[in-house]
């Protein structure tokens, strides 16, 4: 039993990562029918700026609340402006051209902000000081975990509640909603469509830029071009739980980071990816829209 | 205008000939094939750093046979993929020998097209696979697999006396090849071996597996991998209070090991050739006092040092032959006895294979510096 408790919450911390990843992918796909291939690698560009800006000012070894608070807001802060500014050079540009024209701008987007980071940080990989969040461990009859794991749970759950509060409660959450379901229409009723889709790639480029400095801190070692690798579990993620619908990618997260513990612990780590890609195809036979996502007529 | 234009292009082809017909008669080229970013980048900067630092201090005694050494590097990122392009661009380049690179993949899929094109080429991969088609072209400056597993099992089953032992790999052909190669000789000495498991590289969580190996209660953890996962899994297992032995193959040596595992880093143990700092020999003091006074810097491991005395053999061959023919200098390795290379006496088998097996176990002490426990 203990082993399954202890699976569970394995599997639970890596899904909440892979969640507000996924909401970035799916927010932007909600809105523009894109799929922003450059979000993963925005979540790794954010490890490295929360890195420096950790050892910049507060110096390896300092364990405080300021420092967590800082880090986080400021890479936040500063990882939504490089979101908006993607969106308005390689994306708002091609708004009306084909649809594949914007997806090889953001192939392309995403290679010029890891390659960015190569030539920023270097190629080699750089490590996290363990000492940013205290490295307590908590043991419960056999089943343990860490501070950090807590943050991430705590965190990203709070941050998810937010969102969904934010999206179905608040005048710009319907505004957005406005925007998802028709950018003509939604113009006409006298909302500001490019705010609106500046405002999700704010959002959804803090949400990763949170999941970046969490990869980080829990597992330390940063490259640049881990991203790619978090892109795109996020990505299935956020098709499992339905592209384009905000609770789909938090469920999509928590579902692939469980289902990957779970094959991994009680089959074999070998075909854990196998399975995940079976359950990825059964999904999508038996719900075209993914596990929560709407039916749409216009979808061949 | 076509006349005038097919006449320039007639001109430039005419002079880039020219300047490339002058350029070769100067200068021998060696490539360095090498994982320069990337995952590995660390190994693979010294690797090239090594290699230009011999080619720089022989460029500064008048080159070889009288001609300046040119060094063109090519990053393969430690893919496949990216080795075969390298692999064709330093053909291109009309390079004479390849050293690198790192991992046994990337050098096996550039082996064939160097064996092709006739040009040498030296690598520190360890896989048993490198030597098995028995290219003349290749030779391994370090030691296979297969010898490093006959090593670790005795230590396991006749030293530390393990009782239940767990083997981890990822995919690569390196890793595979160790850790079957590991299993085989734990058989053979009829230990018990409670869990193989394989993990994904790169994909850093790696608490899924390791809580199942919870379950079993091992007395000790065998990583036949690379040292981001070997250091990631060491602070896992401890933060998961498993509490058995780690024992890491010979890619677990690398500075980022314990930088990636932190003060989890302390305890472990690794297998592997003697680290840079505990080679005994002369050659080697000077050339790690180069390396520091140069770059900064210490090697990554003991991989780079490898690789040089790869180059240091063909170069010896080439100065003692004077000729440049890989096929004369090839044959001249072949029956090379005891140079004195940096990490010891270089000599090479009939079919590329280094002959020299001294391995050693150390451990990590609470200071992050190695000690020699066996």
């Known amino acids: 039993m203990d082993i399954f408790l202890q699976q569970l919450i394995n599997g639970l911390t890596i899904g909440s990562l892979y969640a507000l990843v996924a909401l970035g992918y799916t927010m932007v796909y909600g809105v523009m029918k894109l799929i922003n291939f450059a979000h993963g690698d925005l979540v790794a560009f954010s490890a490295f700026v929360g890195l420096t800006i950790y050892t910049q000012i507060f110096g390896e070894g300092v364990t405080s609340i300021v420092a967590v608070v800082t880090v986080f807001s400021f890479t936040a802060a500063l990882i939504a402006m490089v979101g908006v500014l993607l969106e308005r050079l390689a994306y708002r540009p091609l708004r009306t051209a084909p649809r594949l024209s914007a997806v090889v701008s953001a192939l392309g987007a995403g290679l010029v902000i890891q390659n960015a980071v190569m030539l920023i940080w270097g190629p080699n990989m750089r490590v996290f000081p363990s000492n940013l969040l205290p490295s307590t461990v908590y043991e419960f009859g056999g089943v343990v975990f860490t501070f950090t794991q807590v943050m991430i749970l705590g965190l990203s759950s709070i941050l998810m509640v937010a ?126 829209t993914g596990i929560l996502g709407e039916k749409v007529a216009e979808k061949v | 205008m076509k006349g005038l234009f097919s006449k320039f292009a007639t001109t430039a082809a005419v002079g ?58 090519c990053d393969d990122e430690g893919t496949a993929q990216k080795a075969a392009i390298c692999a064709r661009r330093l053909v291109n380049e009309g390079v004479i020998a390849v050293i690198g690179s790192y991992t046994t993949g990337a050098t096996e899929a550039a082996q064939t097209t160097y064996f092709r094109n006739k040009v040498l080429q030296t690598s520190d991969g360890t896989g048993d696979s490198l030597t098995k088609h028995k290219y003349w072209t290749f030779f391994r400056n370090s030691f296979q697999n297969s010898a490093q597993a006959e090593f670790t099992a005795d230590y396991f089953v006749n030293v530390k006396k393990y009782q239940r032992i767990a083997i981890m790999s990822d995919y690569s052909s390196y890793s595979t090849g160790l850790a079957d190669a590991v299993v085989s000789e734990l058989k053979k000495l009829n230990a018990n071996i409670i869990a193989v498991e394989k993990i994904k590289a790169g994909a850093q969580n790696y608490t899924a597996t390791l809580t199942k190996l919870k379950s079993l209660n091992p007395d000790v953890i065998y990583y036949a991998g690379y040292y981001n996962e070997g250091g990631l899994l060491r602070a896992q297992q401890l933060q998961l209070k498993i509490d058995a032995d780690y024992v890491g193959g010979d890619s677990n040596d690398n500075p980022d090991f314990i930088k990636l595992a932190g003060d989890s880093a302390v305890g472990s143990i690794l297998v592997n050739f003697p680290t840079p700092e505990f080679l005994p020999y002369d050659t080697a003091k000077k050339f790690l006092a180069d390396y520091r006074a140069k770059y900064n810097q210490e090697p990554a491991s003991i991989w780079a040092l490898m690789n040089v005395d790869g180059m240091l053999a063909i170069l010896h061959a080439m100065e003692e032959l004077k000729t440049e023919d890989t096929k004369k200098i090839s044959d001249f390795l072949h029956t090379l006895v005891d140079f004195p290379g940096i990490t010891g006496p270089v000599s090479f088998r009939e079919d590329g294979e280094r002959v020299n097996t001294k391995f050693n176990v150390y451990q990590i002490q609470d200071d992050k510096t190695y000690k020699i426990i066996y």
Do not use: C, H
């Open chain 1, 163 to 288: 969102l969904y509060i934010f999206i179905n409660r608040t005048k710009i959450g319907t505004a957005i909603r406005a925007v998802a379901i028709d950018q003509d229409a939604a113009r006409l009723m006298g909302i500001n469509v490019n705010r609106i889709i500046m405002i999700i790639f704010i959002i959804g480029s803090a949400l990763g830029a949170v999941a970046g400095l969490f990869l980080g801190i829990y597992y330390r070692g940063i490259t640049f071009d881990m991203g790619w690798q978090y892109g795109l579990n996020a990505f299935v993620a956020a098709i499992m739980g339905g592209i384009g619908n905000i609770p789909g990618a938090m469920v999509g997260g928590l579902i692939l980071g469980l289902f990957n513990a779970m094959i991994s612990g009680y089959i074999s780590s070998q075909w854990a990816e196998a399975f995940t890609f079976i359950l990825l195809i059964a999904i999508l036979i038996f719900r075209p």
């Open chain 2, 16 to 73: 880039m000939a020219l300047v490339s017909a002058t350029y070769a008669a100067d200068v021998v080229k060696i490539g360095v094939q090498a994982p320069i970013t990337g995952q590995y980048a660390n190994e693979g900067q010294s690797i090239d750093y090594g290699v230009k630092l011999i080619a720089e201090q022989y460029n500064a005694k008048g080159g070889i046979l009288g001609k300046k050494i040119e060094v063109v590097s």
